[in-house]
């Protein structure tokens, strides 16, 4: 065993240059000992971790269809939720300007408003203190949520810099259309529960193609809380 951290700190020292033939097995023997006490402290550790409790998390995916307008939450590649989105009403594609939403695959690199209020506006991914209501006439900021989005792929590496999001939109009247300018937008009840239950890092793969038709779970639904509950090893 190489690491130090199982190893003595008191070197062993010789009192006579004589008596180095008897140290110096010695020596050898008690780093062996050493050695086996490091190995016996991770085997104590491990066991602790085996019958500690600690949860298992499900791994959760994201899906999002351009032809249906919608959301898909996966866990342990089974869907559990679904959303209605507004994706682009200029497309998809990754280009520069063009306010199209990018395809494939994407990740949550940051996530921004943990805690304000549902409606609260974001102008430089700040928030305001405005608050607005659902529909609020002639207003279309980002509000509630925002979820900076990072691609993985050739096809869609400006999305970061291009700041595409998932954020949340107060023309909740209409979501299901592309209506957006690149970003993938939510009502805000929505957001907050998507938001509070995604890690960074959760992979997000956006296609142009419909959901999978086992995604049509009607109104056998639920909070994506009470999924993740439901799902822990009991």
């Not at 991770?42 to 971790?49: E, G, I, P, S």
């Not at 279309?140 to 700041?163: C, H, Q």
């Not at 890092?201 to 193609?209: A, C, D, L, P, V």
Request: glycine share 8%.
């Amino acid at each position: 065993m190489t690491s130090t951290f199982f190893q003595s700190n008191r070197p062993i020292t010789s009192p006579h240059p004589e008596s180095g033939s008897i140290i110096r097995p010695l020596a050898k023997t008690v780093r062996a000992v050493d050695c086996m006490k490091g190995v016996g402290f991770l085997l104590l550790v491990v066991v602790a971790l085996l019958f500690s409790g600690c949860e298992v998390v499900p791994q959760q995916k994201i899906l999002i269809s351009a032809a249906d307008q919608k959301m898909a939450i996966y866990r342990d590649g089974v869907p559990i939720r679904t959303f209605r989105v507004s994706t682009s009403k200029f497309g998809l594609g990754d280009r520069p300007g063009s306010y199209a939403t990018p395809t494939g695959l994407l990740r949550v690199k940051k996530k921004i408003g943990e805690n304000v209020k549902e409606g609260t506006v974001f102008k430089g991914r700040n928030p305001t203190g405005e608050v607005l209501k659902v529909d609020a006439p002639g207003r279309d900021p980002i509000v509630t949520r925002i979820m900076w989005l990072e691609g993985l792929e050739d096809s869609n590496k400006n999305a970061f810099k291009r700041y595409i999001y998932i954020h949340g939109t107060p023309e909740e009247r209409n979501i299901g259309r592309p209506v957006s300018y690149g970003c993938i937008r939510m009502r805000s009840r929505d957001i907050v529960e998507l938001f509070d239950d995604t890690e960074l890092n959760t992979r997000i793969f956006i296609t142009s193609r419909p959901l999978p038709k086992n995604t049509a779970m009607g109104d056998r639904q639920v909070p994506l809380s009470q999924s993740r509950k439901s799902s822990k090893p009991k």
